[in-house]
């Protein structure tokens, strides 16, 4: 997809050849760390700007010395977050930070085999968005091709559109130490011929009225590829923070938190079910919002405990809001709450590092014959907090995904705040948006 040049004005940055950067001046990247990821094994490289080279896996340091080359070899984990740093004799000098995930699905190993169902691989399973920075630059790398019609896709930092990629790498420049960016870019790929047929039929039948535009938004598939990017301190405080000794009792807690609801304060009732002409519908007349917590359609609350010997997932916060209908003139009617049965979590797989799951939500308005709100996901989480969420979600009505750390105040991320498209994208021939989530 291909928008104006004027946009990129919004973010005021600016357009280099080559690789795509968005900046307000140009910085050089002195390291210039380059990775190529096998079945079972990374190769590092990166410029001779050193004495002496130190790589540390989390807080462990796993090599030292004066090559500019390492291999890593036999890879464990799905995830991995390693830092680089360069040496002038003992003073450190420059760093690298690097975030990748591993071509798990090639190692074929038991873990993998009971998370990933062969029907529940979507099309962005063999895709990664892996990152590479230090305090001054977030370079993205794209791994893999998002489906997209003409390959260019849109970018968007924190929600701001801030122009196109055509390469797999994208470099900014525009950051700030110890800020947390979410980028997205976003494919569109136009669905096949028999579900345009479907598309046709069901309009046909269901007597709706769409125009031009709104067919062709029918017509195309989003797919969103999501890094949230937690830029990195000052050279010297991350050493520090890197030699330091983890605590030995610590007990990790993240909880992943998505909600829907219905921003308007009152809706058409017919929008949702036929039959109910001149009727109402009471929505949670409010915005996105972390802390909102009494107003929504659904609320799903899945807590991570990492122990001192394992992990666990507590499946109990799955909760329904109450629908209100209202008459014409605003009288309530009567109000009904649906069962939250429609929300299932399946394939829990947990180790001592990892923890696993599936979550499947179908959850339709209690009155007459209403859609469902569906979405599904699932979530790998580590211990070290990294993770990856893939799914997909209908565009009605708002969706927020958060994930947050209750035992770390400062520790929360935004995944996804998507706006309400209209109502009509609950019904199934409308099409879901297809996301994957790293950090």
């Given at each position: 997809?291909?928008k104006?040049?004027?946009?990129?004005?919004?973010?005021?940055?600016?357009?280099?050849?080559?690789?795509?950067?968005?900046?307000?001046?140009?910085?050089?990247?002195?390291?210039?760390?380059?990775?190529?990821?096998?079945?079972?094994?990374?190769?590092?490289?990166?410029?001779?700007l050193?004495?002496?080279?130190a790589?540390?896996?989390?807080?462990?340091?796993?090599?030292?010395?004066?090559?500019?080359?390492?291999?890593?070899?036999?890879?464990?984990?799905?995830?991995?977050?390693?830092?680089?740093?360069?040496?002038?004799?003992?003073?450190?000098i420059?760093?690298?930070?690097?975030?990748?995930?591993?071509?798990s699905e090639?190692?074929?190993?038991?873990?993998?085999?009971?998370?990933?169902?062969?029907?529940?691989?979507?099309?962005?399973?063999?895709?990664?968005?892996d990152v590479?920075?230090?305090?001054?630059?977030?370079?993205?790398?794209?791994?893999?091709?998002?489906?997209?019609d003409?390959?260019?896709?849109?970018?968007?930092?924190?929600?701001?559109?801030?122009?196109?990629l055509?390469?797999?790498?994208?470099?900014?420049?525009?950051?700030?130490?110890k800020?947390?960016?979410?980028?997205?870019?976003?494919?569109?790929?136009?669905?096949?011929?028999?579900?345009?047929?479907?598309?046709?039929k069901?309009?046909?039948?269901?007597?709706?009225?769409?125009?031009?535009?709104?067919?062709?938004?029918?017509?195309?598939?989003?797919?969103?590829?999501i890094?949230?990017?937690?830029?990195?301190?000052?050279l010297?405080?991350?050493?520090?923070?890197?030699?330091?000794?983890?605590?030995?009792?610590?007990?990790?807690?993240?909880?992943?938190r998505?909600?829907?609801?219905?921003?308007?304060?009152?809706?058409?009732?017919?929008?949702?079910?036929?039959?109910?002409?001149?009727?109402?519908f009471?929505?949670?007349c409010?915005?996105?919002s972390?802390n909102?917590?009494?107003?929504?359609?659904?609320?799903?609350?899945?807590?991570?405990?990492?122990?001192?010997t394992?992990?666990?997932?507590?499946?109990?916060?799955?909760?329904?809001?109450?629908?209100?209908?209202?008459?014409?003139?605003?009288?309530?009617?009567?109000?009904?709450?649906?069962?939250?049965?429609?929300?299932?979590?399946?394939?829990?797989?947990?180790?001592?590092?990892?923890?696993?799951?599936?979550?499947?939500?179908?959850v339709?308005?209690?009155?007459?014959?209403?859609p469902?709100?569906?979405?599904?996901?699932?979530?790998?989480?580590?211990?070290?907090?990294?993770?990856?969420?893939?799914?997909?979600?209908?565009?009605?009505?708002?969706?927020?995904?958060?994930?947050?750390?209750?035992?770390?105040?400062?520790?929360?991320r935004?995944?996804?705040?998507?706006?309400?498209?209209g109502?009509?994208?609950?019904?199934?021939?409308?099409?879901?948006?297809?996301?994957?989530?790293?950090?």
């Amino acid at each position: 997809m291909k928008k104006s040049f004027f946009y990129i004005l919004i973010f005021m940055f600016s357009l280099i050849i080559g690789d795509t950067i968005y900046a307000k001046e140009t910085k050089k990247i002195a390291l210039n760390l380059k990775y190529d990821i096998g079945e079972d094994s990374v190769i590092f490289t990166w410029d001779d700007l050193g004495k002496s080279y130190a790589i540390y896996d989390d807080n462990e340091e796993i090599w030292f010395g004066d090559e500019t080359t390492f291999v890593m070899k036999k890879l464990t984990k799905d995830n991995y977050s390693l830092t680089l740093i360069a040496y002038n004799e003992t003073i450190p000098i420059d760093m690298a930070i690097v975030k990748f995930q591993t071509n798990s699905e090639k190692r074929n190993t038991p873990y993998i085999d009971s998370l990933i169902r062969v029907d529940e691989i979507s099309e962005l399973s063999n895709v990664n968005l892996d990152v590479i920075m230090s305090n001054n630059y977030v370079q993205l790398e794209l791994k893999g091709s998002i489906p997209d019609d003409d390959g260019i896709y849109e970018v968007y930092r924190d929600d701001i559109y801030i122009g196109s990629l055509d390469n797999k790498k994208l470099i900014d420049t525009n950051v700030m130490e110890k800020q947390t960016y979410t980028y997205k870019i976003i494919g569109k790929k136009e669905r096949s011929d028999v579900e345009k047929e479907e598309v046709q039929k069901y309009i046909k039948e269901h007597n709706i009225i769409i125009d031009a535009i709104q067919l062709k938004e029918l017509y195309q598939k989003p797919y969103e590829m999501i890094r949230v990017v937690n830029v990195p301190s000052s050279l010297d405080e991350t050493i520090e923070q890197l030699t330091l000794e983890p605590l030995v009792s610590a007990t990790p807690l993240y909880v992943f938190r998505y909600k829907t609801f219905i921003p308007d304060c009152m809706v058409s009732a017919l929008s949702i079910v036929q039959g109910l002409a001149g009727y109402q519908f009471g929505g949670d007349c409010r915005g996105f919002s972390f802390n909102e917590t009494e107003k929504y359609r659904t609320y799903v609350e899945s807590p991570i405990s990492f122990t001192g010997t394992g992990s666990s997932l507590d499946t109990t916060g799955r909760f329904v809001g109450w629908t209100y209908l209202y008459n014409g003139s605003g009288t309530l009617v009567e109000s009904r709450r649906a069962s939250n049965s429609g929300i299932v979590y399946s394939n829990i797989t947990k180790s001592y590092n990892q923890l696993s799951y599936t979550l499947t939500h179908g959850v339709a308005i209690p009155f007459g014959n209403a859609p469902e709100i569906n979405y599904k996901y699932t979530v790998t989480m580590n211990r070290g907090g990294s993770f990856v969420v893939e799914g997909s979600r209908d565009q009605a009505p708002n969706h927020e995904f958060y994930v947050y750390s209750p035992t770390n105040d400062i520790w929360s991320r935004t995944l996804i705040q998507a706006t309400n498209k209209g109502f009509e994208y609950l019904f199934p021939i409308y099409p879901n948006a297809t996301f994957k989530i790293s950090y």
